[in-house]
Structures are given as C-alpha cells and as structure tokens.
C-alpha cells in the first residue's frame, strides 16, 4: 500500500469562523503500490488540497492520512507526523526532519516548477536537494546528472544558468531537481499547463518512462486525453468528496457519470463510442489515443 486517506477533512481558515472554507470532506481513500493514478474534477474540487497531504505540507484538520509508514493527523488541536516503523507507544509531536524524509518519498512537483530554480547552474540546482538531505558531494552530483539524463538535459547545459533556458528545458531541470531526491511516488499537479501540444507530449512520456521504471505517479489534471492514455486508475473529486474511483475506460463510458460531473469525456473516446453504438466491433480497452481508434477500426473492419 502506498497510502491511505481515513475519514479526512481539511478546512482553510479558523474552524467555525466566517473565514473557515472546507476543502475535503471525509474521504477515503487507498492508493495501491506502483499506480499511475489521475485525479479528475473542477476546479475547486479539492484535488491540489488532497495531493499536499501526500508529502506533509498539509494536515487534514481530521482523519487520518497514512504515506507508506508514515502517518500524519491532528487531534485535539496538535499536529501529529509519526514515523510508524519507529514509533514507540507515544506519538512523538512533529519534527521538521521526519516532514523532510516524507518529502523525500513523495516528491512534489507544482504547477510551474520552474519557477522553483534558484541556483547560478543547472547542475548545482539539481544537486541541492540531495546535498540539502545531507549527501556526499560526489555522490550528489552523480544522482544529478542521472536525473538530468532521464529529462533529457545533456551534459553542455551543466554549466549554464537555468534562467536562459527555454521553458520546457527550465521545467526539465526543476523536474530533475525533484527526481534527484530519489522519491518512491511523484505528484504533478497540472504539470503540463502552460505547454505547447509537443511540449506536452514530451513531458508526459517522461512521466511514463519513470513510470515505467517502477515509480508510482500520481496526476492532477484536467486533460482528459492525458488521462485517457496514460493513467491506470482515476479518482474523481467534486466539491470536496472523491465521488468515484475507477478505471479511465469504465468512468469514460459512464455517461449519466459524466453528465452530473461537467466532465467532458475525450472526443477520440467519444467517437470509439458512438462507432460502437453503430455496431462496429472495437476493444474500448486499446483505445488510447487516435492512432490507437485507427488502428482498432482496421481491425474490426478487417473482421467485418
């Protein structure tokens, strides 16, 4: 198990103050090992605030929120982050150092990230959060220029400022920067905002190469063709409460769903749909994309 939401709700503002808003609203919720998971709604619906739990810069105001051996929750007013593995019968007040080590598990990737670089090069932006967790020179900047191979950012950009980079390249380099972390899970909220169409591609079959390498993904977005491809599992939110947790194909199909959400199913989904409806025999399953819908049209026809 990766993690698991117990009865959590989250209010920003003082409880029971004009100023109070809730954000979640009892969810529950478990996330399994190895996912590539999307979280789907409107916006305002609560998903940025459920991904923040996941590597503690949130705490729910109540309920429990539980990261691998980690366990985060609030009572009677006191905000508790608690190490299960080494837990001994009381549970310890929040430290710093264990949010950190959480923060390594689960890397945090905004909207934006490139607007997080700070340092004078590319390589040593990469290198600081390792060093900040306390590694050994070398071995900091080895994780770094492995972490820029993987986003593609070769070994002439080392030396350059990150501020005269492109934005997709900037976006690379603060991706890199949460990957040298090492994190098990990586949350992008929105992380393709702001990308041109190849941009976006290129970004995304990053996130499904780290997939692939065994991390577990977890995406907030509102592209539903992103969603479509790519994610395994889809969780969605309206107004505060997860209503649906489900595959991409049996959420897409549920049309009385979709219409009591204002989620708009993709077109290429859409159209595999209605051709069906017609009669044409087509796997919903290996519809992905429009390259995908081609190719099952040719073989349902191959089969006519």
Same mark, same amino acid.
């Given at each position: 198990? !990766? =993690?698991?939401?117990?009865s959590v709700n989250y209010v920003y503002g003082k409880e029971g103050t004009a100023l109070a808003s809730s954000a979640l609203s009892d969810i529950n919720l478990t996330i399994d090992d190895h996912v590539f998971l999307a979280l789907v709604g409107e916006t305002g619906s609560g998903k940025s605030t459920l991904v923040q739990h996941l590597n503690g810069l949130l705490l729910p105001t109540s309920g429990t929120v539980q990261v $691998?051996?980690?366990l985060l929750k609030? *009572? +009677?007013? +006191?905000k508790y982050y608690i190490d299960l593995? +080494? %837990?001994q019968g009381k549970h310890p007040k929040r430290k710093q150092f264990k949010v950190k080590d959480l923060r390594k598990f689960a890397g945090l990737v905004f909207q934006f990230p490139e607007y997080q !670089?700070? *340092?004078e090069t590319v390589l040593k932006d990469v290198m600081f959060g390792p060093l900040n967790f306390g590694m050994e020179e070398k071995k900091a900047e080895a994780i770094a220029k492995a972490a820029l191979k993987l986003v593609g950012i070769g070994e002439s950009y080392y030396s350059r400022s990150p501020f005269e980079l492109s934005g997709g390249e900037k976006r690379r380099v603060a991706i890199a =920067?949460?990957?040298a972390l090492e994190p098990k899970v990586l949350v992008l909220d929105e992380p393709t905002a702001g990308l041109d169409p190849k941009g976006e591609k290129e970004m995304m079959e990053l996130f499904d190469k780290i997939y692939q390498s065994g991390k577990s993904i977890i995406l907030v977005s509102h592209n539903m063709d992103l969603v479509l491809k790519y994610a395994h599992e889809v969780c969605v939110m309206n107004k505060g409460k997860l209503l649906k947790v489900? $595959?991409?194909l049996e959420i897409f199909q549920?049309? %009385?769903? !979709?219409s009591s959400t204002a989620i708009e199913p993709p077109l290429v989904f859409k159209t595999a749909l209605e051709l069906k409806k017609a009669g044409l025999d087509l796997n919903l399953d290996n519809i992905k994309d429009i390259p995908s819908l081609a190719e099952e049209i040719r073989k349902a026809k191959k089969n006519d």
């Open positions: 198990m !990766l =993690g698991k939401f117990t $691998s051996h980690y609030t *009572e +009677k007013k +006191k593995d +080494k %837990e !670089l700070f *340092e =920067g949460i990957i489900s $595959s991409p549920d049309e %009385e769903f !979709l």
